[in-house]
């Protein structure tokens, strides 16, 4: 009960920090101008997120409840993490299957499944897990949209999942990420990519109710379609 | 209303002296081994984004409070400073930077009376205490926390600081030091986090000349009633805040503001320096006892 009374308030979770309505707010402006000013700090990205997400994330996990799969993760609560991939085995499996192509991501750009921050300002303990698993299956959007890590990839996506999810963090991102790009690249994106993005955002399933996990040796085309994801340009 | 009220805790009684076993981390309860490893740790943490917090919390004028700590001293060349939990050298630059423009007004008072003296005597006069522009004032800066050092240690070289400083590694609880050998002894906001403060004490009291002066200068007790809501409001709303935004560290910030409330008061503090041995101890509240600069003697 000492542990309890220090924080004055339950820790829901690991790495739980309960915060005031103040301090959401004052953490919402403070990280949105941090990773504005500083797009290396990806853990304000995260705490953006967090602390927005009050109307969103209820929406997913409702969304999730209500599907078969998602009801599923919800129940299992599965982590993509190095510790239980299998990365031999899934390198071994055919090209084009959502396991090479994922693996090939992630050598190609150099990023680790284990770099997902855990969730510290959520409020609820099942909310906490889905913006987790949010974040554990942003690589996987890359690799079935087909997008790099640059910063013109991550807009793209990030277009994709404010459809989606609808998370501030996602709008917010969407919107200024494209600030820091050359003109050139500006054009390709809201030419093509962009409202490709939107189409394939609008049109797919939500993509937290797939058990990504089961579905390893599926083509990622076969996903793709199944999804209702338009074919990247 | 979560707005206003802090963690359900109410302030524990454990103050700065041991009570057995159990002490206090900010609001939680530990054992004095954890305590000392929890501090360790926070510093270890935020050492390179130290002085930054500092700015953005207290917006600046942590840097009026350790400059009303220097005049206070007024120390005069010649003067053998300990900067105790000097970590990284705020107050040892400045003590640098007074006792150089006070050597500069000695000589420059030295060359007017020496008027009827010809241009070669000036000059080699003027160059003889060029080489000793401190006046042999020297400043040991003892910190328990090697990032903090190297914090300091960077920023003397990129400072220019080079004369007259020195970086010791040391424990507040036991000092590194011979006795009687320190003009002055300072530790600004740094005796709030040394697990025994009557050690501390102690000690600042041993390294100290006869004639010696210990200084602190800390957070300390707000007793207008009004100003102290409106302290507690910035302190646990803000901080926190600021130390995940610009530290991305949450917990060391809410320590921090944590440690502030379980540190002795003013007259608290002041009987404790008098037990150490300490005369003439008095306190000077800032900001309306935000922070307070206490005194004695060792005569």
Not at chain 2, 69 to 98: E, Q
Request: glycine share 6%.
């Amino acid at each position: 009960e000492e542990e309890e009374e220090e924080e004055g308030w339950h820790r829901l979770y690991p790495g739980h920090i309960p915060t005031s309505s103040l301090q959401k707010a004052l953490l919402a402006a403070g990280s949105a101008a941090m990773a504005l000013y500083d797009p290396y700090r990806h853990d304000m990205v995260a705490v953006l997120g967090e602390t927005t997400g009050c109307l969103a994330l209820p929406n997913l996990r409702d969304k999730m409840k209500n599907h078969p799969e998602g009801y599923c993760i919800l129940q299992e609560r599965p982590h993509i993490r190095l510790s239980t991939l299998d990365m031999a085995r899934l390198q071994g499996l055919p090209d084009g299957s959502l396991g090479r192509e994922y693996v090939r991501f992630l050598e190609d750009n150099k990023v680790s499944p284990d770099t997902r921050m855990l969730p510290k300002f959520v409020d609820d303990e099942e909310l906490a897990y889905v913006i987790l698993r949010y974040r554990e299956v942003h690589d996987l959007m890359h690799t079935l949209l087909g997008m790099p890590t640059n910063m013109l990839g991550e807009v793209v996506v990030k277009w994709f999942e404010a459809i989606q999810t609808g998370l501030p963090m996602c709008v917010l991102g969407a919107a200024f990420g494209p600030i820091r790009l050359s003109t050139r690249k500006l054009q390709v994106l809201a030419t093509e990519l962009v409202p490709w993005a939107i189409r394939s955002g609008l049109n797919a399933s939500c993509v937290l109710n797939v058990y990504y996990e089961q579905r390893w040796e599926q083509p990622v085309e076969s996903l793709r379609e199944e999804l209702g994801i338009f074919p990247p340009p | 209303r979560a707005l206003l009220s802090r963690p359900a805790a109410a302030l524990r009684p454990l103050r700065g002296l041991a009570a057995g076993p159990e002490m206090h981390f900010g609001f939680q309860s530990v054992t004095e081994e954890e305590r000392r490893e929890k501090i360790y740790q926070v510093f270890e943490s935020v050492a390179k984004k130290y002085d930054v917090m500092n700015d953005s919390m207290t917006l600046g004028i942590h840097r009026v409070w350790k400059d009303i700590l220097m005049h206070k001293m007024n120390p005069s060349p010649g003067t053998l400073l300990l900067d105790v939990a000097g970590g990284t050298g705020d107050i040892a630059f400045r003590f640098i930077n007074y006792v150089r423009s006070v050597r500069e007004r000695q000589l420059q008072r030295k060359l007017k009376h020496h008027q009827n003296l010809s241009w070669q005597e000036i000059f080699e006069s003027y160059q003889k205490d060029k080489f000793n522009s401190l006046g042999d004032s020297q400043v040991v800066v003892c910190d328990i926390n090697r990032e903090m050092l190297k914090v300091g240690k960077q920023k003397a070289q990129h400072l220019g600081y080079s004369e007259g400083l020195s970086w010791v590694l040391g424990n507040a609880e036991e000092l590194p030091f011979d006795d009687d050998k320190f003009d002055v002894y300072t530790i600004a906001f740094g005796i709030r986090n040394v697990t025994r403060i009557d050690l501390a004490l102690q000690e600042a009291y041993r390294v100290l000349k006869p004639g010696g002066r210990f200084l602190c200068l800390e957070f300390s007790r707000v007793s207008n009633p009004l100003l102290s809501r409106l302290y507690d409001l910035y302190s646990f709303q803000v901080i926190p805040v600021l130390g995940e935004v610009i530290a991305g560290d949450w917990r060391s910030y809410q320590y921090l503001v944590e440690s502030i409330r379980q540190f002795p008061p003013q007259e608290e503090l002041k009987a404790m320096i008098e037990d150490a041995g300490f005369f003439k101890v008095d306190y000077e509240n800032l900001n309306f006892g935000i922070v307070a600069i206490h005194s004695g003697f060792k005569l």
